[in-house]
C-alpha cells in the first residue's frame, strides 16, 4: 500500500507546491521505476492547480506519474487504497476557502509536511491550519523550513526555530535553503533532479534528497520530536 505524504499550509506561497514536486522528483528518481510505470504520484488537490502546470512544463521528464483532482471527491477519499504506487506525495491548496479539500485528504494520509517560511509574517497562519485542521486530524506532522536565504544570516532562521521550540512543533532537521534554480523550476518546465550539473544546483539538489530521508525514514511514524521530554520514543507500529 502507498504512504501518502500531505504537503499542507494554508498559506498561499510558502512552498508547498516547490516542495511536493522536488520531494516527489527526488524519491522517484531514486527508487527507479521502468519507462511506463513509476513507484510514485504527485497529486494536486489545488483548484489553482499550479502543480498541474508544472507538470505539463516538465512533459515526458516528469520522474513521477501525476493527477489534478481537487474536483474529484471520490478520488481523493481513496487515495489510500492506490495500491501501484509505493509512495504518493499530496500538493494541497493555500486557500481557507478550500478547507474542506484539505479535511478529507487528511483522512487519507500517514504523514503531513508543513512548510514554513523563516519570517515573522508566516507565523499566524501556520499557527491556525496546525491547530485548528492537522493537528486535530491526529496524523503525524512535521514542520519544514522552507526559504532561508543563507546570504540574509541566520536572524530570522533562529527566531523561527525558537517560535517552533517554544511550541514544541515537531521539525524537519533539514532547512530547504532558498536558491533562483527553484524559483525559475516551474516556469523552466524542470524539477530537481533535471537541474544542471554545477555546484549551485548539487547543492539545491542535496536539500530535497536529505529532506527525503528523512520522510522516508520516519516509515510514516511519529517524529521523535521536541514534545518527547524525556527521549523516550513509544513506537507506534505498523
Ligand atoms: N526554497 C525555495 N527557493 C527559491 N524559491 C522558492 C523556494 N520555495 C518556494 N519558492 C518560490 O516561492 C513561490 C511560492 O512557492 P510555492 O511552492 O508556489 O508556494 P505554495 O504552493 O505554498 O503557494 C514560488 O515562486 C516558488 O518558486
Ligand atoms: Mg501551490
Not at 520531494?23 to 527507479?32: E, I, N, S
Not at 494541497?92 to 508543513?114: F, H, N, R, Y
Request: some cysteine; overall charge negative.
Amino acid at each position: 500500500m502507498a504512504r501518502v505524504h500531505v504537503i499542507a499550509n494554508q498559506k498561499g506561497g510558502v512552498g508547498k507546491t516547490t516542495v511536493t514536486v522536488n520531494l516527489a522528483a527526488v524519491v522517484a528518481d531514486t527508487l527507479g521505476g521502468t519507462a511506463d510505470s513509476s513507484p510514485v504520484l504527485g497529486v494536486s488537490t489545488d483548484p489553482q492547480a499550479s502543480m498541474l502546470e508544472w507538470a505539463q512544463r516538465v512533459g515526458d521528464e516528469l520522474p513521477f506519474d501525476f493527477e489534478q483532482c481537487h474536483d474529484n471527491p471520490t478520488l481523493l477519499s481513496k487515495l489510500r487504497e492506490i495500491k501501484q504506487y509505493s509512495h504518493i506525495f499530496v500538493d494541497t491548496p493555500g486557500s481557507l476557502e478550500d478547507e474542506s479539500i484539505l479535511q478529507t485528504v487528511l483522512t487519507q494520509a500517514d504523514d503531513v509536511i508543513v512548510p514554513l517560511e523563516p519570517e515573522p509574517m508566516s507565523f499566524s497562519p501556520a499557527t491556525r491550519s496546525i491547530q485548528r485542521v492537522i493537528e486535530p486530524s491526529g496524523v503525524p506532522w512535521r514542520v519544514l523550513l522552507n526559504n532561508w536565504d543563507p546570504r540574509d544570516g541566520s536572524g530570522d532562521l533562529d527566531q523561527t526555530r525558537q517560535f517552533v521550540a517554544a511550541r514544541r512543533w515537531p521539525t524537519f532537521n533539514t532547512v530547504i535553503r532558498h536558491y533562483k534554480l527553484h524559483t525559475r523550476a516551474s516556469a523552466e518546465g524542470v524539477t530537481v533532479v533535471q537541474y544542471a550539473k554545477n555546484r549551485t544546483a548539487l547543492e539545491a539538489r542535496q536539500d530535497f534528497f536529505r529532506l527525503a530521508l528523512e520522510v522516508l525514514g520516519s516509515r510514516g511514524q511519529g517524529p521523535r520530536h521536541s514534545t518527547d521530554v524525556n527521549g523516550v520514543y513509544t513506537e507506534t507500529g505498523e
